[in-house]
C-alpha cells in the first residue's frame, strides 16, 4: 500500500515539475521552510521563529505549515511570514496543489529547506517545486518513502544537511547556525515571542498557579503510557495538589476514565494550553506535541518517552534551561525501534511504576 501511494505521489510529482519549471535566476535572497508534520514537530523547528532576529533583514522568510495548526502560532506576530495550507485539500485536489505552488513561486524564493523530521512525497514536493534555486532537506530517513523514491527525491536535493546527527531539536539548531553565522550559544531555545503565556485564563480553569497538568495522551497510541497508570497517578497526587489533565475532545470518554472524578479536564482550545502550561507547578506527559511545548516554556516537566525514537527528540538538553526535564524510560537493547515493537508489550514503557514517576515527582518539586 505505501509503495503504491509513493508511486502516485512520483508520477504527480513529475507531472507537476512539467507544468511549473524552476527560475533560472532569482532576483532575492528569500528564504522558505517547510514542515508538513504534526504539532511537536512545530514546536521543535518553531525555533527558527524564536531567533528570527538572526537571519538577515535582507531577506524575507516563510513558514509553511497546516492551517489546522494556525492557533498554536495565533500569537506570533514576528518577521517570519506564516504560509498556512490545507493538507488535505493538498493531497486530494490536483488543481489546489498546483496552485499551492504556484504561490510559492510567486514568493521569489532562492532557498527552500525542507525541516520536516519525517519526509514524504508531499514535503518533498513542496520543497523542491517551490520555485527555488537551492534545496535542501535536514531528514534523511527514507522509512515513508522507501528506498527506491527516497534516492530519487535525495538527487533533486542541493544537499542533505546534517546527515549524522539524529536529533531534531540539534539539527534546528545547526541550520539556525548554518544561516546565521551565530554560535549556538546565542540562540535561543526557550519560548519569548513564538507562543503567548498571558491569555487570561482565569475562566478556563479553576485554579490559577500550583497546580500539575497531565497530557496522557498521544496520536500514536503505542507512545502511551497507559491510561490504568495515568489513572492511579492522578489518583494519588489529587490528595496533595490540584491537578488538571489535558486532551481532545474527541478523547474526553478516555480522560474521564484517568480522572475517575478526582481531577479536572480541560479540552478547550490550543491558543490557551501555553498560558495554561507557563502557570502550572509542573508538567507530566509523554513523547508528545504538548511535551515538546512544556520543554520550550522552560517549566518542570517529567516525560516519560520509552524508547521507540530515543534521541530523535528526546532526551534533549540546554544549558541555558533553568528548570528541570527528567526524562523516563525503561532501558533494552531495542532502543531506537521506531515503535515497531517486536515484544508482547512496550516493556521501555510499561516497566515503569507509577511509583517510579511519584518519587520522580518528588524529587523535581524538592
Known amino acids: 500500500m505505501v509503495f503504491f501511494k509513493n508511486l502516485i505521489g512520483f508520477f504527480i510529482f513529475n507531472f507537476l515539475k512539467l507544468l511549473i519549471k524552476d527560475k533560472k535566476e532569482v532576483t532575492k535572497n528569500n528564504l522558505l521552510f517547510v514542515n508538513t508534520e504534526q504539532i511537536g514537530d512545530l514546536v521543535v523547528s518553531s525555533l527558527i521563529l524564536e531567533n528570527e532576529n538572526l537571519f538577515s533583514i535582507n531577506s524575507k522568510i516563510y513558514f509553511l505549515i497546516k492551517d489546522i495548526y494556525k492557533n498554536i502560532f495565533s500569537a506570533y506576530n514576528g518577521s517570519i511570514i506564516l504560509v498556512f495550507y490545507n493538507h488535505k485539500k493538498y493531497k486530494n485536489n490536483l488543481f489546489y496543489r498546483f496552485k499551492t505552488l504556484k504561490k ?189 511545548l512544556a520543554y520550550r516554556l522552560d517549566i518542570p516537566m517529567i516525560a516519560i518517552i520509552g524508547g521507540g525514537s530515543y534521541g530523535k527528540f528526546f532526551p534533549f538538553e540546554s544549558k541555558s534551561r533553568k528548570n528541570k526535564a527528567i526524562y523516563l524510560f525503561h532501558y533494552l537493547d531495542c532502543f531506537g525501534c521506531r515503535w515497531e515493537c517486536k515484544m508482547k508489550d512496550t516493556y521501555c514503557l510499561s516497566k515503569i511504576t507509577v511509583h517510579d514517576v511519584l518519587k520522580t515527582i518528588q524529587k523535581i518539586t524538592e
Open 104 to 292: 510559492l513561486q510567486n514568493l521569489n524564493l532562492a532557498e527552500s529547506y525542507n525541516v520536516s523530521p519525517a519526509r514524504g512525497t508531499i514535503n518533498d514536493e513542496i520543497t523542491l517545486i517551490s520555485g527555488t534555486t537551492k534545496k535542501f532537506t535536514t531528514c534523511s530517513d527514507l522509512k515513508y518513502l522507501g528506498k527506491y523514491f527516497g534516492k530519487y527525491y535525495n538527487k533533486k536535493y542541493t544537499e542533505l544537511l546534517f546527515q549524522n546527527e539524529t536529533n531534531e531539536y540539534k539539527k534546528i539548531i545547526n541550520l539556525i547556525e548554518r544561516l546565521t553565522n551565530n554560535p549556538e550559544n546565542k540562540i535561543v531555545i526557550f519560548n519569548e515571542k513564538t507562543f503567548n503565556i498571558n491569555i487570561n485564563i482565569r475562566d478556563k480553569i479553576p485554579f490559577q498557579e500550583d497546580y500539575i497538568v497531565i497530557s496522557p495522551l498521544t496520536t500514536n497510541p503505542i507512545k502511551n503510557w497507559g491510561t490504568d497508570n495515568y489513572r492511579q497517578l492522578c489518583k494519588s497526587l489529587s490528595k496533595d495538589y490540584n491537578m488538571l489533565i489535558i486532551g481532545l475532545e474527541k478523547d474526553i470518554n478516555i480522560l474521564k476514565n484517568i480522572s475517575s472524578g478526582n481531577t479536572r479536564i480541560w479540552t478547550g482550545s490550543f491558543e490557551y494550553i501555553p498560558s495554561i502550561l507557563s502557570k502550572s507547578k509542573l508538567f507530566i506527559g509523554n513523547d508528545s506535541g504538548l511535551t515538546h
